[in-house]
């Protein structure tokens, strides 16, 4: 079975403060992905990588940074916390061959003080 | 663009009753659809999928039919459980061949079953 491991399950942080959060897969996939969730909006697309140190902006990728630098590890960097990115931060990772699904790690809870 | 639209929730259902929820999408070309569950606290988990009109997914008594000629990719199951009692996403994948293929995702149905 797909693996996809975050690093923390809840996490709290403070305004201004630079937060990393982590994603670890075992399964040798292409692409990764970083979502947030909040209630009433879904699941918003943040970054996605489709290779090592290649990225993508998603569709909220403002205040977002990633990092690939191993295939296994994609990670996601808020630059400045700030409160209105207190939320729960989701990973998923699939191979690079189409029409394949997504695998989700457990999520981080992430609040901004 | 791509979209997905679910049927509105919340949903609350009894013990062993017959469950559907919409799912019906607008996308160019034959995307791959898929059904997600999110158990409370948890990630979303692949609950079946299919990749081409006429397939039917199916796992832990759940169906769903990809129909081609009503957008459409409903999900059933004849005798729901309190365990079954999570948030379901509807997905289909864009058609990007080169680079990362991505999810787009419906707004999400949670289901609560009362004992």
């Known amino acids: 079975d797909v693996k996809v491991t975050q690093s923390s399950r809840y996490l709290v942080k403070r305004t201004g403060e630079k937060v990393f959060l982590e994603c670890v897969q075992d399964m040798d996939h292409e692409n990764m992905f970083w979502y947030r969730q909040d209630p009433g909006l879904g699941l918003r697309l943040i970054y996605f990588?489709?290779?090592?140190?290649?990225?993508e902006k998603g569709d909220i990728p403002e205040g977002y940074s990633v990092s690939r630098e191993k295939k296994e590890r994609f990670s996601l960097i808020l630059e400045s916390a700030s409160t209105n990115q207190t939320s729960m931060y989701l990973c998923?990772?699939?191979?690079?061959?189409?029409?394949?699904?997504?695998?989700f790690g457990d999520g981080t809870r992430l609040s901004i003080l | 663009g791509d979209s997905v639209t679910q049927m509105e929730g919340p949903v609350t259902l009894s013990e062993e009753a017959f469950l559907t929820i919409n799912c019906t999408y607008t996308a160019t070309g034959y995307p791959s659809l898929f059904w997600y569950v999110q158990y409370p606290g948890e990630g979303l988990q692949l609950l079946l999928k299919?990749?081409?009109?006429?397939d039917k997914g199916s796992n832990k008594g759940f169906e769903a039919t990809y129909r081609k000629e009503t957008t459409s990719f409903h999900l059933e199951k004849g005798s729901v459980q309190v365990s079954d009692s999570a948030v379901y996403f509807c997905?289909?994948?864009?058609?990007?061949?080169?680079?990362?293929?991505?999810?787009?995702f419906g707004q999400g149905t949670r289901l609560t079953i009362n004992p």
């Open positions: 997905a289909l994948s864009d058609q990007k061949v080169q680079g990362a293929q991505k999810l787009v």
């Open positions: 299919a990749t081409k009109a006429d």
């Open positions: 998923a990772s699939r191979t690079g061959y189409l029409n394949q699904p997504q695998h």
């Open positions: 990588s489709y290779d090592v140190k290649m990225k």
